[in-house]
């Protein structure tokens, strides 16, 4: 991963969204020793993504987890970046009927308006 530097201020909202979408994991290992002998030893795995990263990257959910909830059926749709506003957008619908969020409009979105103006107009 390249780190780039931008010059736009971040709010809030888009450093939490950042990391639901790239996914967070800290693994922590704490020991606690006297004379060399281990007297307590406390290991961590913390992970903070989304239902959709987590569901790439084949994290383990906790027993009782509802697998068929609407998040984590819309966690396995495949999604592909939008080219001009860069949000998560099924495929399906981004090249079916363009970008929800910015209105962009795929080659084959545009050319099926086409097609269907032309069918009004004869």
């Known amino acids: 991963m390249v780190l780039q530097a931008t010059h736009e201020p971040s709010t809030l909202v888009d450093v939490i969204?950042?990391?639901?979408?790239?996914?967070?994991?800290?693994?922590?290992?704490?020991?606690?020793?006297?004379?060399?002998?281990?007297?307590?030893?406390?290991?961590?795995?913390?992970?903070?993504?989304?239902?959709?990263?987590?569901?790439?990257?084949?994290?383990?959910?906790?027993?009782?987890?509802?697998?068929?909830?609407?998040?984590?059926?819309?966690?396995?749709?495949?999604?592909?970046e939008c080219p001009q506003c860069g949000k998560n957008v099924s495929v399906e619908e981004l090249l079916d009927e363009g970008c929800p969020w910015c209105g962009w409009i795929s080659a084959k979105a545009k050319g099926a308006q086409k097609q269907k103006q032309e069918l009004v107009t004869e």
């Open 17 to 80: 969204e950042r990391i639901l979408d790239k996914g967070l994991v800290i693994n922590a290992d704490i020991t606690v020793s006297l004379v060399g002998i281990e007297l307590l030893g406390i290991k961590a795995r913390i992970a903070l993504a989304s239902f959709e990263t987590a569901a790439k990257c084949g994290l383990e959910f906790p027993s009782g987890t509802n697998y068929k909830a609407p998040a984590w059926q819309e966690a396995g749709v495949g999604k592909e």
